[in-house]
């Protein structure tokens, strides 16, 4: 019977707790709806995102990984996304929110990209730039082959800067070749670097000597950067374009394939 007794309060708290409990199921929700799920190249597309609350943090990732860094304000029950990808397949953007009870609701979705009308770079050659063959690095002597630039370029592509605001900015990490030492033969084969830009958009091209940690600009700058576009181009399609900038002995060749 004293066994009996102390087990008569432990099976009240168990039938009594799903009762205790109803008040505490959370009813926040969202919904995202996004204006396209196949896009091209380059093409800005959006997603809405609304909730049956307001929504007090939110993140985002296109990679198909958790979004755990929140961006924290009040963003009411309604919020635009802005996006652009420039890598051809499946891209698996991931949304989390938070309302003001910290109560997290995540949604995916998955838009595939297509080519379109974008070309590829697919391989780009330096024919010549100010003070090519002769010395850039004067700790060697004037026979020394070292002397001469170890030399990299840059394509610089705008790009769409922030899901959360519409706005692009210069992506300095789009390409950046490797370094031929000693001025090398100056020719790099692109085709393995999924380089696809729309040719209506337009590439700084920048040029250096990397010296150890640091680098030179071959450019004389500044500015530090040329402007290339393709668009003069799309109606004749050569595989080859040439840019020059004769005021600073600029001269290379860009190969592209186009769709």
């Given at each position: 019977m004293k066994y009996l007794l102390y087990l008569l309060p432990l099976l009240?708290?168990?039938?009594?707790?799903?009762?205790?409990?109803?008040?505490?199921?959370?009813?926040?929700?969202?919904?995202?709806?996004?204006s396209a799920t196949t896009v091209a190249i380059d093409e800005p597309f959006t997603i809405t995102v609304t909730s049956s609350e307001t929504m007090k943090w939110m993140?985002?990732?296109?990679?198909?990984?958790?979004?755990v860094n929140f961006s924290g304000s009040d963003y009411g029950t309604s919020k635009v996304f802005y996006f652009t990808f420039d890598t051809l397949g499946s891209r698996i953007i991931n949304i989390k929110v938070k309302n003001e009870k910290n109560e997290v609701v995540l949604k995916t979705i998955t838009i595939t990209v297509t080519r379109g009308n974008a070309i590829k770079i697919t391989g780009l050659q330096v024919k010549s730039?100010?003070?090519?063959?002769?010395?850039?690095?004067?700790?060697?002597?004037?026979?020394?082959?070292?002397?001469?630039?170890?030399?990299?370029?840059?394509?610089?592509?705008?790009?769409?800067?922030?899901?959360?605001?519409?706005?692009?900015?210069?992506?300095?990490?789009?390409?950046?070749?490797?370094?031929?030492?000693?001025?090398?033969?100056?020719t790099w084969d692109?085709?393995?670097?999924?380089l696809y830009i729309n040719p209506k958009?337009?590439?700084?091209?920048?040029?250096?000597?990397?010296?150890?940690?640091?680098?030179?600009?071959?450019?004389?700058?500044?500015?530090?950067?040329?402007?290339?576009?393709?668009?003069?181009?799309?109606a004749t399609k050569p595989n080859t374009i040439t840019y020059s900038f004769p005021e600073i002995n600029l001269e290379f060749t860009v190969t592209v394939e186009w769709p």
């Open positions: 009240f708290c168990m039938c009594s707790s799903p009762s205790n409990n109803q008040g505490n199921i959370s009813t926040f929700s969202m919904a995202i709806t996004p993140a985002v990732t296109t990679d198909g990984t958790d979004p730039f100010y003070n090519i063959n002769n010395t850039w690095d004067p700790e060697y002597a004037p026979t020394d082959i070292n002397r001469l630039a170890d030399v990299f370029f840059v394509l610089v592509k705008h790009q769409q800067s922030n899901p959360f605001q519409i706005g692009y900015f210069y992506n300095n990490s789009w390409c950046r070749s490797t370094v031929k030492e000693n001025q090398g033969d100056l692109l085709s393995s670097s999924n958009a337009s590439l700084l091209f920048g040029l250096g000597d990397k010296d150890g940690q640091l680098g030179q600009d071959l450019l004389m700058g500044p500015p530090d950067t040329k402007t290339i576009s393709f668009s003069s181009y799309i």
